[in-house]
């Protein structure tokens, strides 16, 4: 099934070449926010009058359960938790009320695996990555993210002070994470990490002793070790590496029409102060947490 928000590819290089090859095929800019990624004519960013998967509505992917603090009680249609908030922030931006928001569940690792999409973004801490440019488009980024290291308190991984104190520990991350590359290309671990499907999974491993330590973003961090396993602590967060940094990004279809209009909103929410905000209202503080080196 074709999706209505991709374009059709009338021009091709080879009849270019016919008509003048002192003209060649020309690079096109698919950065986010590009020409090519805003799609096509003037009216692609008319306010509720997206080239979107089904007229009228904005159809946003996410996976189930959807974690707090990005959402609250696995509803991420409440608009509470971050990423339900910044979605509904977004759709307004674009000209979409809430009752024009229908959800989808979609498994985290399909969010930026090849191939069509049937959503018009996906919002579930996926990291913009050059890896994941080459099957995705990506808005800008909506939050800097810091990855963290969990362990239960008085273990021998809570005492950890360094990476290379980790790197003789069992780790264990969710499957197709940032989380899961810290491990393999900055802690560098003498054993293999154990990897699992759902987030979920590698708690019930941190509980179960399976691991000594987990890796996940910083803000579900904080929210594992308050509400899910009491007895663990965030042992250090990972610092940011300048124009590195990492960033979470709407994940949209390569091909995407509105991938540009998608980012000038988030760019609008970033200068006008409401991602500031709403980070502010529903992800924790990271001061505290030393950095690990």
């Given at each position: 099934?074709?999706?209505?928000?991709r374009?059709l590819?009338l021009a091709?290089?080879a009849t270019?070449?016919?008509l003048?090859?002192?003209?060649?095929?020309?690079?096109q800019d698919?950065?986010p926010?590009g020409?090519r990624a805003?799609?096509q004519?003037k009216?692609?960013c008319?306010?509720?009058?997206?080239a979107?998967v089904?007229?009228?509505?904005l159809?946003?992917?996410?996976?189930k359960?959807a974690?707090a603090?990005w959402f609250?009680?696995?509803?991420p249609a409440s608009?509470?938790?971050?990423?339900s908030a910044?979605?509904?922030?977004v759709?307004r931006?674009?000209?979409?009320?809430k009752?024009a928001v229908?959800?989808?569940?979609v498994?985290?690792a399909n969010?930026?695996a090849p191939?069509?999409k049937k959503?018009?973004?996906d919002?579930?801490?996926v990291?913009?990555?050059p890896?994941r440019?080459?099957?995705?488009?990506?808005?800008s980024?909506?939050?800097d993210v810091?990855?963290?290291?969990?362990?239960l308190?008085?273990?021998?991984a809570?005492?950890?002070?360094?990476?290379?104190?980790l790197?003789?520990l069992?780790?264990g991350a969710?499957v197709?994470?940032?989380?899961?590359?810290?491990?393999?290309?900055t802690?560098?671990?003498?054993?293999?990490p154990?990897?699992?499907?759902?987030?979920?999974?590698?708690k019930s491993?941190?509980?179960?002793?399976q691991v000594?330590?987990?890796?996940t973003?910083l803000?579900t961090?904080?929210?594992?070790?308050?509400?899910e396993v009491?007895?663990?602590?965030?042992?250090?967060?990972?610092a940011?590496?300048?124009?590195?940094e990492?960033q979470?990004?709407?994940?949209?279809?390569?091909e995407s029409?509105?991938?540009?209009c998608?980012?000038?909103a988030?760019?609008?929410?970033r200068k006008?102060?409401?991602l500031?905000a709403?980070?502010k209202k529903?992800?924790?503080?990271?001061v505290?947490?030393?950095?690990l080196?």
């Amino acid at each position: 099934m074709r999706l209505a928000n991709r374009p059709l590819r009338l021009a091709t290089c080879a009849t270019v070449a016919l008509l003048a090859a002192a003209v060649g095929c020309a690079p096109q800019d698919e950065s986010p926010g590009g020409p090519r990624a805003a799609g096509q004519g003037k009216q692609s960013c008319d306010r509720g009058k997206l080239a979107t998967v089904a007229d009228g509505k904005l159809t946003v992917g996410t996976d189930k359960p959807a974690y707090a603090p990005w959402f609250q009680d696995d509803d991420p249609a409440s608009g509470t938790g971050f990423e339900s908030a910044v979605t509904y922030a977004v759709a307004r931006q674009l000209g979409y009320g809430k009752d024009a928001v229908r959800w989808q569940t979609v498994p985290f690792a399909n969010a930026f695996a090849p191939g069509q999409k049937k959503f018009d973004f996906d919002v579930n801490q996926v990291s913009i990555s050059p890896a994941r440019k080459r099957a995705v488009a990506f808005s800008s980024g909506y939050y800097d993210v810091r990855q963290a290291v969990t362990a239960l308190k008085g273990s021998r991984a809570a005492h950890a002070k360094s990476i290379a104190a980790l790197r003789h520990l069992k780790l264990g991350a969710q499957v197709g994470s940032t989380s899961l590359d810290v491990i393999n290309d900055t802690i560098r671990p003498d054993q293999p990490p154990a990897v699992f499907q759902k987030n979920d999974l590698t708690k019930s491993a941190l509980k179960n002793g399976q691991v000594d330590a987990i890796l996940t973003d910083l803000p579900t961090a904080f929210y594992i070790t308050s509400a899910e396993v009491k007895d663990a602590e965030v042992v250090g967060q990972f610092a940011a590496t300048g124009a590195d940094e990492e960033q979470f990004g709407l994940v949209l279809d390569k091909e995407s029409r509105i991938t540009g209009c998608v980012t000038a909103a988030v760019d609008a929410l970033r200068k006008n102060g409401t991602l500031a905000a709403l980070e502010k209202k529903w992800l924790s503080d990271a001061v505290s947490v030393p950095v690990l080196k």
